[in-house]
Every structure is written in C-alpha cells, then in structure tokens.
C-alpha cells in the first residue's frame, strides 16, 4: 500500500474562478442588454471597448511586465471592464473607456499582484479616476434614443439623474418633494431616467442578483445590510425633514446602489470573510453612501463608500475571524 503526501487542501470542488466570473457575466446581461435597448449602440460600444481593453491590458501586463502566464482565461478582466463599462456614461468617449481601463486593470488590479491580492475593486478606481479626471463628462446625461436608435446627437438636450436633479434643488433651497414627484416608482424600477448602464434597470439587476444568489456565487447580507443601512438612514433623515431630504424607496432606487451592492460590493477579494464582517462592511457602505448623498458635493456615493470601506477589510478580516473549517 502506498501512503501519498500532500500538503492541504484536499477537498475539491468543480466550482472554479472562471465559473463564478461566468455566472457574474450572466447575472449582469439583462442590465447590459436593456442599456443598450435604451441607449442605443454608443452603449454597445463603450461597453465593448471596456471589456475588450481591459482583457488587452490583463494579457500585456502578465505577458510582457510581469513574465508570466497570461491570466485572462479566469474571466475576472470581462468581469471588470463589463462593470467599469456599466458605470459610465452611454456618450463617454472610446479613448477615456480606454483610460478606465488601464487605471482599473494596471493600477487597481495589476499592481497589487493580479487576482485575489487587490485592496481595491478595479472597476470602481477606474470609475472614481474617470470621476475626478473628467468630472463634466461624467456627470453630464442624455435622455433615453428609442429603441436600436442611433445615441446621442450632438445637438441633443442634456438631462439629469434623478439624484442629481435632486442634489441641484438642495443647493437652490427648492423642495426635495418638487423633483421626486416627477419620477414614479415604477419608471424607477424599470428604466430610470438617465444615468449609466448600471442605473437605467434596477428590476434587471434584482433579477442578476437573485441569480447569483440561486447559484451560491455570492452571500445575501452585504447587499442586504446595505439596503437596510441605506432605507433606516434615508427614513431617519426623511421623517426629520421630508421638504430636503429624499424618502427610502427613492433611494434605494435610484443612482447605482443596485449595481453597487450585488456586484461589487459583494467582489470576494474586497469584502470581508466572515458574516458579522460582512454585515459592518454592509452597514458601513450603506451609512456612507447617505452622508454623501445628503451632504456632499457629489450626488452619488456609492462609488467613494464601497472604495473607503474596501481599505477597512483587513481590519474588520482581524477583527471577525472566519471560523476554521470543521469547527463547530
């Protein structure tokens, strides 16, 4: 009989890194499909670009700086560019999805090591780059084309998020209750009027996330902690002064919460291990996102409030020790 030696591991599974990343993909197609339904095939392309970059980028860095082999068969870099791509405008510029792309794949991502040693989610510093760098072209909106229309003209009107429109009352003493009242809850939840890919379906990204959820690919506490965070907040503030401060259901429906929450928030190499990590991780983005919201310059906060709690996960990771396997 012969006694083989091996260091552990030694329970397998079929579930790999590159079959998570499918399942992301898959959960993320409505939302992508419906984008470019309403936005035409400028949609199309800056999402093409952004994948397609990002992958170029992932194989030349392993390939040519880092001398080793290429790792882009896992699927995290569509990954990536697919979420960076949903987090822009539909009218952004090829060669700024381009710029992305080299700061959320190089910078985000390589830099640290490549896949499962990134502090940061890279599509997110490549977004909040892109934020800081080209501000009037990233909060710059347009109104949706019909459907298979040719995108944004030239001489077309430019728009406003809902929680921009808000930001803009706030700022001008106007009555928070003024602007809300121009979006119905249900226009909310099927295409919200402007914003990225990532905004325009919040009932196609509940659909992803339950998906995921169904296939085990991600746990539900972080982006339901996060709702609850965002709802209790938002209600808080809300009962205290309903003419400046927006109601719950408005928040969590409009702006990028959605998508921030399911898919990114929820990225396996940035949130914490455990579940009562998770769930301070949860509480923390959720809190963060309403104080930008309500106080900030930015209309959006989600972006800054995943990226801030992201550089406390190692401190939470010690602070809730995942139990070891085969403890009780």
């Not at 993909?25 to 035409?40: E, H, K, N, Q």
């Not at 009027?193 to 196609?204: R, V």
């Not at 991600?218 to 982006?223: A, E, G, R, T, V």
Request: aromatic residues 12%; contains cysteine; charged residues 10%.
């Amino acid at each position: 009989m012969k006694l083989l030696v091996s260091p552990n591991p030694h329970i397998h599974s079929k579930v790999s890194t590159r079959s998570l990343m499918t399942d992301v993909v898959i959960a993320l197609l409505p939302a992508a499909i419906c984008s470019v339904v309403f936005y035409g095939p400028r949609e199309a392309l800056v999402l093409a670009v952004s994948v397609l970059s990002c992958v170029v980028f992932e194989w030349a860095i392993t390939r040519f700086l880092m001398k080793r082999p290429s790792t882009v068969c896992d699927m995290s870099a569509v990954v990536t560019g697919l979420l960076l791509g949903m987090n822009l405008p539909f009218t952004t510029p090829w060669w700024m999805v381009l710029i992305g792309a080299l700061v959320a794949v190089g910078i985000a991502k390589m830099t640290f090591g490549g896949l499962g040693q990134n502090v940061f989610n890279p599509a997110l510093v490549g977004r909040v780059f892109l934020l800081v760098s080209f501000p009037k072209v990233m909060t710059t909106w347009y109104p949706q084309v019909p459907l298979f229309g040719m995108g944004f003209t030239p001489d077309g009107a430019s728009g406003a998020t809902a929680l921009s429109a808000v930001n803009e009352a706030v700022m001008n003493g106007v009555p928070v209750t003024e602007i809300t009242s121009q979006y119905t809850y249900a226009d909310m939840l099927f295409a919200n009027l402007g914003g990225s890919a990532g905004e325009i379906c919040a009932l196609a990204l509940l659909a992803g996330f339950i998906y995921l959820v169904v296939r085990k690919v991600i746990k539900p506490w972080i982006p339901l902690t996060i709702f609850a965070t965002v709802a209790l907040t938002s209600l808080i503030f809300w009962a205290c002064d309903p003419t400046r401060f927006t109601d719950p259901l408005f928040n969590l429906l409009s702006g990028g919460l959605i998508l921030g929450a399911c898919f990114m928030a929820t990225d396996y190499v940035t949130s914490p291990m455990s579940v009562k990590g998770g769930i301070l991780f949860g509480v923390g983005i959720g809190f963060l996102t309403m104080m930008i919201r309500y106080f900030g310059s930015y209309p959006e906060g989600v972006s800054f409030a995943i990226l801030i709690m992201n550089a406390f996960v190692p401190l939470i990771n010690r602070g809730f020790k995942q139990k070891k396997f085969g403890r009780a």
